[in-house]
């Protein structure tokens, strides 16, 4: 399966869960509640993810003067993937990374750690500047919202279902116990289990969106072996010297600075390395 089809279906696997969690712990009413609360909340995300991601990481604006090899190198790539130029910003820190954000391509940027720029030769640094510039136009970050606001809905619903046992809002109306309890038990079912469902499909969909980004990455650098290489170097010296990130933003980099390749596959939000490489190799 593509990594395009595989998001569709998860991205319909999310909504229907939340379709059916919904009916089970809110009602259409709480549906719609819960959906407007978690839009809201991701729409200001959204429309801000650049300035609060940028912020968070500490990286700062470069001018072409700064910084004229890497505004040149991102250019090019740019006219090659058909993109306006992002900004550029420099991230204080020696462990190799990067990351992009901005709501459509007109409000991009690309933040590269000062580590990246020492340890990469050319080839490896077009590869990883090209998976940033192919998240940037395959609207990752749009689909990430998407998926923010059905898990965060979902996640909603479960604590108005948690709010609503508390003060007794499953008794049966017709003093049936029988319904009650069932009630009672479907409702308790899906407090636990679909805010669950929801993060983990929430995650398989940002791995699948890191495998698509790899492919449309190598596509615009020309070099799949390039960016193979870089993603082993970038996991090899984030093992060994460890990111200070802020949680909220650690998903956005190429390689995850928390993962560490100890959490579970379902859980992380990024593929293995070795399985990335693999596929890029494959090309």
Same mark, same amino acid.
């Given at each position: 399966?593509?990594?395009?089809?595989? =998001?569709?279906?998860?991205?319909?696997?999310?909504?229907?869960?939340?379709?059916?969690?919904?009916?089970? &712990?809110?009602?259409?009413?709480?549906?719609?509640?819960?959906? &407007? *609360?978690?839009?809201?909340?991701?729409?200001?995300?959204?429309?801000?993810?650049?300035?609060?991601?940028?912020?968070?990481?500490?990286?700062?604006?470069?001018?072409?003067?700064?910084?004229?090899?890497?505004?040149? =190198?991102?250019?090019?790539?740019?006219?090659?993937?058909?993109?306006?130029?992002?900004?550029?910003?420099?991230?204080?820190?020696? =462990?190799?990374?990067?990351?992009?954000?901005?709501?459509?391509?007109?409000?991009?940027?690309?933040?590269?750690?000062?580590? &990246?720029?020492?340890?990469?030769? $050319?080839?490896?640094?077009?590869?990883?500047?090209?998976?940033?510039?192919?998240?940037?136009?395959?609207?990752?970050?749009?689909?990430?919202?998407?998926?923010?606001? *059905?898990?965060?809905?979902?996640?909603?619903?479960?604590?108005?279902?948690?709010?609503?046992?508390?003060?007794?809002?499953?008794?049966?109306?017709?003093?049936?116990?029988?319904?009650?309890?069932?009630?009672?038990?479907?409702?308790?079912?899906?407090?636990?289990?679909?805010?669950?469902?929801?993060?983990?499909?929430?995650?398989?969909?940002?791995?699948?969106?890191?495998?698509?980004?790899?492919?449309?990455?190598?596509?615009?650098?020309?070099?799949?072996?390039?960016?193979?290489?870089?993603?082993?170097?970038?996991?090899?010296?984030?093992? $060994? &010297?460890?990111?200070?990130?802020?949680?909220?933003?650690?998903?956005?980099?190429?390689?995850?600075?928390?993962?560490?390749?100890?959490?579970?596959?379902?859980?992380?939000?990024?593929?293995?390395?070795?399985? $990335?490489?693999?596929?890029?190799?494959?090309?």
């Amino acid at each position: 399966m593509t990594s395009i089809l595989k =998001t569709f279906v998860l991205m319909a696997a999310l909504t229907a869960l939340f379709l059916v969690g919904g009916q089970v &712990l809110g009602g259409e009413q709480g549906m719609v509640l819960a959906f &407007l *609360i978690a839009l809201g909340m991701n729409f200001f995300a959204y429309w801000f993810s650049d300035k609060m991601a940028l912020a968070m990481s500490r990286a700062q604006e470069v001018s072409y003067r700064q910084a004229p090899d890497l505004h040149n =190198t991102i250019a090019s790539l740019a006219m090659r993937a058909g993109l306006p130029k992002p900004r550029v910003y420099i991230i204080p820190g020696q =462990t190799p990374n990067a990351f992009a954000t901005g709501r459509n391509p007109s409000h991009s940027a690309i933040a590269v750690t000062k580590g &990246l720029l020492h340890m990469l030769n $050319r080839e490896e640094l077009e590869g990883v500047l090209a998976h940033e510039l192919a998240h940037i136009k395959n609207r990752d970050i749009l689909i990430s919202s998407i998926a923010a606001v *059905i898990a965060g809905a979902i996640s909603y619903l479960a604590s108005m279902a948690q709010w609503a046992m508390i003060f007794g809002g499953f008794r049966g109306s017709d003093g049936d116990e029988d319904t009650s309890a069932a009630g009672l038990l479907g409702s308790l079912i899906m407090m636990i289990v679909a805010p669950l469902a929801a993060a983990l499909i929430q995650m398989a969909i940002s791995r699948s969106r890191e495998y698509q980004a790899d492919a449309t990455g190598a596509r615009i650098c020309g070099r799949p072996k390039a960016l193979a290489s870089a993603l082993n170097r970038l996991e090899e010296y984030n093992h $060994r &010297l460890p990111m200070q990130v802020n949680p909220a933003t650690a998903q956005m980099y190429i390689v995850n600075p928390l993962s560490g390749g100890s959490i579970a596959g379902m859980f992380s939000t990024h593929p293995p390395i070795s399985e $990335r490489i693999r596929r890029l190799i494959g090309m």
